[in-house]
Structures are given as C-alpha cells and as structure tokens.
C-alpha cells in the first residue's frame, strides 16, 4: 500500500497518557512515519481532564506515572490534576503533537482490509456528521473505563430530597460549604474526595460497605528532591523511577509472600496517626493486602480529617435512602445534604469502537494478548492496558516502544501488514492464566470482555513490569510468529513467501 494512499501510516485513537506517550515515542523513534491523533473530547489529558470532583490526584508516584522521556519536575511526587495536565500540555506544545491531534471526532468503527493493507476507520464528530479515513496501522490509547456510563450499583435514592452526584460527572461550582456529605464507596475516589471536602463542608462520612487496605506516604520525595539539587534533572529523576520501581516490585511481592506482615504495617501506620480515634475494624479489609490497589493517603490527609472530627467512616449497609440521608441496616440514619456514589467504574475495552476484519466483527474475549499489547490474528494493531498494581504509564511506555520497533521492521521489510498468527491447533495447546488476580469490583465484572491470556508470553498480558521491560525492549520483532505480508497478499502465507509474491 503506497503510503500516498493513507491519510495516516499510523493513527492513535485517544488524546490521554497513552496517546500522548505514542506520539512522542514516534517522534523519537519513528520520525519518517506519519500519524494522527484522534480524541473524542474538546481537551487531551484523557483521565485528568475528565475527572473534576475535588482533590483529584494521581494514587501513584508521579516519577513511574510519569513517561520514562520527560522528566517530572514538580516538588509533589503526588501530584494533582492540574499539575499533571501541565505536564502533558508541555509534552504536546515542546513536541509539535498538538497540531496532530484532531479533537471532538470519535471512533466508532473501524474495519481491516487485507486486500487494501489497511484500516477504514469510522469517525464521529461533535455534531454527529460521520467522516472516514485509511490508515495503515491502528494503535488505541482509549483508556479502560466507560467515559458515559460509569458503574450503576442500583441505588433508588429518588426519596432523598438532597444531591446525589457520581465523581465521573461532577458539577461545576459545586458549593458543599457547610453541608452534610457522605459518600458511598471506599476505594481511591472516596478516599480522596473525602479529606478535599472535610475542609469546607461540615462534615464527610465515607460509608463504606467492606474497609480498603491504606496506606499512607509523603505528597513530597525527599529523595527525589534532594537529588534534583545536585544532579542533573534528567539524572535525577532515572534514580527516583528506579528507586520507585524497585520499591513498588519489593512492597507487591511482599504482600503476595507475606501478607500479615504487610497487614500489620499498614495498620500500624493508620494506627499511630488516628491514636484514640483508630478502630482496627474499620481498616481491615477481607482480603488480603493487593488482593485489590491498596488506596494511597498522601500526608496522612485521611486521618488528619478523621481526628479533626470534620470526616468519619462507616462500616455497615444501606437500607434505603431516605428524604433526610442513608439508612442502614443496623438502624442509624446517616444525615446528608449531598450523597457520592463513589462507587467504581464500568471496564470497557478498545474504546467500545466496533472493530472488524474484512468485515467480521473481533470478539476480543476470544482473541490472545501478544507481547501486551497485540491480539492473536488481528493485523496491524496495538493497545494499551496498563498495570494494577503499578504506574499505567510504565506499560504505556513499553507498548509505545515495542510497537515502533514494530512498525520499524514492518517498513525495513517492505510489509504493509504485520499480524500475530496463531493456528486452532496452537490455541488447543496453550494454558490460559487469569488475565486478572485481582478481587476488585470493576475487574471482575469486566473480565468478561478482556481478551485471553497465557501462562508465559509471548501469549500474555502479566503485572509483573520488571520482566515485562526485559522481554519486551529485547525481544525479536521477527520471532516466527508475527506474520508480515504486503497489501493483498492471502493472509495464510508464510512471511517471505507473501512478500516475494508481493514483488
């Protein structure tokens, strides 16, 4: 396929941390190859631009968060939104990606040619006019979570008489001075919201049906900081993210091999900042520690609400919302002007775009990950599901790399077309693993639709960075598997044999 025939070689669907890092890492690794960005929303920033409820932060050091390229400059490792839609701002303006990126256009289908080489994409813009466009190569930054319909626990608060609000659409201006608030959940959400109302409402309950496992950390790396005093900046900040790393592989680990003692750490640390006010049950969850993301409390801001008597939580059920606030099962009505429903997400998957095969629709629960990143028998694709247990951007990273490298020997081949094959016979063969070993409410009701995976790659989506940064930054692009073909080659022939036919 001449290139001339594209509107894009490449296109990246998804302004946020994955789009972003794409585009900077083609611009450092592929220069000669062109590519768009497509992104559904008026702003970039994905995440952070969408989320506006009150003390929005990252729950993860902002030196593995942030893109292995770009150094994080800030004094707060744990940083808010604004900071980090700073970040990116900088990234998209020093990089020239801004003017690449094609706002308020969706997409919502997107079909592979193989006698065409390529993808006929399927946009949607603002006003609902439909355009359509040909690129070689799609790479999809879309995120995990449904951006219009976040999770429906089934709550009837039609009797309550106050507001009921969702922190995926919080309201502008919102003023909750001097109001009673409670807010329904226990995970990262709740616990942010909570301590970043405590200081003006009069008073935050966090109701919570299971307790989460916390735990508390400086807003600030001492480390960090000090090393940016008398390194360089990008020397500095190489140190941290390996400090971090290391730090964040050993404590993961740990919890796996040695959960209580992981347990009694973490309650401690609560313990001797809550004093008189800490209440084992209230912190000890059913599970065990990474069995879900444990939820960081940055300055121990949480607890500092807790004993300043502007925050409290609650263990117990609802029974009904009532005109006044909750009812729970044990009897006591929980007073409230405003209730969160802070309670999670719903997983969607390749932006909830329908993509086909010449035609034939992909059931990605049917299809295998490949190196993370590609899906058995689909050409000319490549996405991004970031870790649960650590930084999203440090699998964004490795999957932006391995897929220019890719796109690289796809060129250098003369190949229009790149595809992981995999025979009925190899998929007989292979032995599944749990895409996910994690307990959380949103994992487990989205599994459904995730694609499968293996007990060892090349087959395999892993939570295990350290190995996956060797395999994937080493790894021999032409390793039997991937299949390249030029544009109207039969897909069933081998590597060379389809590009000397080609010729």
């Not at 220069?31 to 506006?52: A, H, K, N, Q």
């Not at 001097?178 to 008073?203: L, N």
């Not at 916390?214 to 000090?226: E, F, G, L, Y």
């Not at 095969?357 to 990143?373: L, N």
Request: glycine letters at 8%; charged letters at 25%.
């Amino acid at each position: 396929m001449d290139k001339n025939a594209l509107d894009y070689e490449v296109l990246i669907v998804g302004a946020g941390i994955s789009g972003i890092g794409m585009a900077a890492h083609m611009g450092m690794q592929c220069p000669d190859i062109s590519y768009g960005i497509v992104e559904m929303r008026e702003g970039l920033g994905g995440t952070w631009d969408l989320f506006r409820y009150p003390g929005i932060r990252s729950d993860s050091d902002m030196h593995t968060l942030g893109f292995v390229f770009e150094p994080w400059k800030h004094e707060k490792t744990i940083a808010d939104a604004p900071s980090i839609m700073k970040y990116l701002n900088t990234i998209v303006d020093e990089r020239g990606i801004r003017e690449k990126i094609r706002f308020g256009q969706k997409v919502v289908a997107a079909n592979f040619s193989s006698e065409d080489g390529c993808w006929h994409v399927t946009l949607e813009a603002t006003d609902g006019t439909a355009s359509q466009l040909r690129v070689g190569f799609l790479y999809l930054g879309s995120g995990y979570y449904d951006y219009d319909d976040p999770y429906d626990a089934g709550f009837d608060t039609s009797a309550f008489e106050g507001e009921v609000l969702h922190p995926q659409f919080w309201p502008e201006n919102l003023d909750y001075a001097g109001k009673k608030i409670v807010v329904v959940g226990s995970g990262a959400t709740a616990v942010t919201i909570v301590p970043s109302m405590a200081d003006k409402a009069a008073h935050v309950t966090m109701l919570q049906r299971t307790p989460t496992w916390m735990w508390a950390r400086p807003a600030k790396d001492w480390i960090a900081n000090t090393l940016r005093k008398f390194l360089p900046e990008e020397t500095a900040y190489k140190l941290t993210r390996f400090k971090n790393i290391k730090m964040q592989d050993l404590s993961f680990k740990m919890a796996r091999n040695k959960p209580d003692k992981v347990k009694e750490g973490l309650k401690k640390s609560i313990e001797k900042v809550l004093g008189d006010n800490y209440d084992e049950a209230t912190f000890t969850p059913p599970y065990d520690p990474w069995d879900q993301r444990l939820c960081l409390v940055p300055d121990d801001d949480l607890f500092k609400a807790m004993n300043a008597g502007k925050a409290s939580i609650v263990t117990d059920h609802i029974d009904a919302f009532e005109a006044g606030g909750v009812r729970l099962k044990s009897g006591e009505l929980l007073e409230a002007d405003i209730i969160v429903t802070a309670t999670g997400l719903t997983l969607a998957f390749a932006g909830k775009m329908d993509i086909a095969v010449d035609g034939e629709t992909v059931d990605f629960s049917k299809r295998f990950y490949y190196m993370s990143c590609m899906f058995s028998n689909v050409p000319n694709l490549a996405g991004v599901f970031g870790y649960l247990n650590a930084s999203w951007t440090l699998r964004a990273d490795l999957v932006s790399e391995y897929t220019c490298r890719l796109l690289n020997h796809t060129k250098a081949k003369g190949a229009s077309v790149a595809v992981p094959a995999m025979s009925a016979a190899e998929e007989a063969a292979i032995e599944e693993d749990d895409i996910f070993d994690f307990s959380s409410g949103y994992i487990q009701r989205g599994k459904h639709i995730m694609p499968r995976n293996a007990i060892s790659y090349p087959w395999r989506l892993s939570q295990d960075y350290i190995v996956d940064r060797k395999v994937m930054q080493t790894a021999a692009i032409d390793d039997g598997i991937l299949k390249f073909r030029a544009a109207g080659a039969p897909p069933a022939q081998d590597n060379n044999e389809q590009l000397e036919a080609a010729e």
